[in-house]
């Protein structure tokens, strides 16, 4: 079940990362283009969060059954975990940084809704999009990707 869900996590998020590009990228060019909100943009914004919020589901079942999450902070130690720069970023950087992308995800789509003009619409999806695209391109185990 491990090496299962490991693997639907990792191609999950080339997903995640490809609709949360498209979802900033619409945002800032509807923003900076003075566009009209229209249905698409509503509907991409929407499929940027449920994505995410799907990987971040997969991702806490994944941190409490890896050896690398919650197990290696039990069978090592807090300060073991923090002084080895691999196993940090497993078990405390990743999922710490990640759940804020999905926060900051949520909270730019609820605040969107909130909006009447398009502009600030816009505006609101493009800056909350980009600070979660940063931080999820921040703490990728690119390693892992690449190996």
């Known amino acids: ?6 693997f639907i996590h990792s191609y999950w998020a080339y ?5 949360v590009l498209i979802a900033t990228l ?14 698409k943009d ?3 914004s929407l499929f ?19 050896p690398l999450g919650l197990k290696s902070i039990s069978n090592n130690g807090m300060g073991t975990v923090m002084k080895d720069s691999l196993l940090r970023l497993f078990a405390v950087e990743h999922i710490t ?8 995800i949520t909270l730019g789509y609820s605040k969107h809704k909130k909006k009447e003009m398009a502009k600030a619409k816009f505006k609101t999806l493009a800056v909350f ?4 695209l940063v931080f999820m391109l921040s703490r990728i185990p690119w390693q892992q990707w690449f190996a």
């Not at 997903?15 to 609709?19: A, S």
């Not at 919020?53 to 994944?62: A, S």
């Open 129 to 132: 999009y980009t600070i979660a």
């Open 1 to 6: 079940m491990y090496t299962t869900l490991q």
């Open 42 to 44: 509503f509907r991409l």
């Open 15 to 19: 997903l995640v990362l490809f609709i």
């Open 26 to 39: 619409n945002a800032l060019a509807g923003f900076f283009g003075n566009k009209e909100f229209k249905h």
């Open 48 to 66: 940027a969060l449920i994505v995410t919020h799907i990987q971040l589901l997969l991702g806490l079942i994944l941190y409490f059954i890896s």
């Open 97 to 104: 940084v990640m759940i804020l992308a999905v926060i900051l």
